[in-house]
């Protein structure tokens, strides 16, 4: 299995302009940990929103490569977004889901993924282009291609350890987290 902060770090590696849309909790730890960025959109509170975000934004801006880094959770209470999204077909958007088969923002209860439950099946199921699973480092570097050039939507299913890391809790005022990413975004 992954440790989630070094393969997150690995994936924001020479990320250039790529839009980021972060899950709540440990993954948007594990994106600020990465290295804050003016085109990294945090979200709090948004429990199961962060796919259907990140399609809009792929829609919006079809133009630019739209990158959403969630934890199973998150993933799992908006999975009626694989369906939506997979009707829609924005070739731009990529999503990584950090499955750690545990619901780590409120006491590590074992979540559907750990029941079996298959994001990558599902993700074929809706006519994702593609979809597959990563649970070592040497992945890596395959996986950060995608996100810079695969053809979307494509999901990726990776397995991290289920550990609790250091949080790095970036900018957590919405407004401004909105304001900044806007401007950053209209810069380029």
């Given at each position: 299995?992954?440790?989630?902060?070094?393969?997150?770090?690995?994936?924001l590696r020479d990320r250039g302009d790529l839009l980021v849309v972060s899950g709540l909790g440990s993954a948007t730890y594990d994106v600020a940990a990465a290295?804050?960025?003016?085109?990294?959109?945090?979200?709090?509170?948004?429990?199961?929103?962060t796919a259907m975000i990140g399609l809009g934004l792929a829609l919006a801006r079809p133009d630019r490569r739209v990158v959403v880094i969630t934890g199973d959770?998150?993933?799992?209470?908006?999975?009626?977004?694989?369906?939506?999204?997979?009707?829609?077909?924005?070739?731009?958007?990529?999503?990584?889901?950090?499955?750690?088969?545990?619901?780590?923002?409120?006491?590590?209860?074992?979540?559907?993924?750990?029941?079996?439950?298959?994001?990558?099946?599902?993700?074929?199921?809706?006519?994702?282009?593609?979809?597959?699973?990563?649970?070592?480092?040497?992945?890596?570097?395959?996986?950060?291609?995608?996100?810079?050039?695969?053809?979307?939507?494509?999901?990726?299913?990776?397995?991290?350890?289920?550990?609790?890391?250091?949080?790095?809790?970036?900018?957590?005022?919405?407004?401004?987290?909105?304001?900044?990413?806007?401007?950053?975004?209209?810069?380029?």
């Amino acid at each position: 299995m992954l440790e989630r902060r070094e393969f997150v770090r690995e994936l924001l590696r020479d990320r250039g302009d790529l839009l980021v849309v972060s899950g709540l909790g440990s993954a948007t730890y594990d994106v600020a940990a990465a290295g804050d960025h003016p085109l990294n959109f945090y979200l709090w509170g948004a429990m199961g929103g962060t796919a259907m975000i990140g399609l809009g934004l792929a829609l919006a801006r079809p133009d630019r490569r739209v990158v959403v880094i969630t934890g199973d959770g998150d993933f799992l209470m908006g999975f009626g977004s694989l369906a939506t999204i997979g009707v829609k077909q924005p070739e731009n958007l990529a999503i990584v889901v950090l499955d750690n088969a545990h619901y780590g923002e409120t006491g590590m209860q074992a979540s559907a993924t750990h029941a079996g439950i298959d994001l990558v099946r599902a993700a074929v199921a809706c006519r994702f282009k593609q979809a597959r699973a990563v649970s070592r480092m040497d992945e890596a570097a395959t996986v950060r291609m995608l996100l810079h050039s695969g053809e979307g939507p494509l999901l990726v299913s990776a397995r991290i350890k289920p550990e609790d890391t250091p949080r790095v809790l970036p900018l957590r005022d919405g407004h401004a987290i909105k304001q900044r990413f806007i401007a950053a975004l209209n810069a380029v």
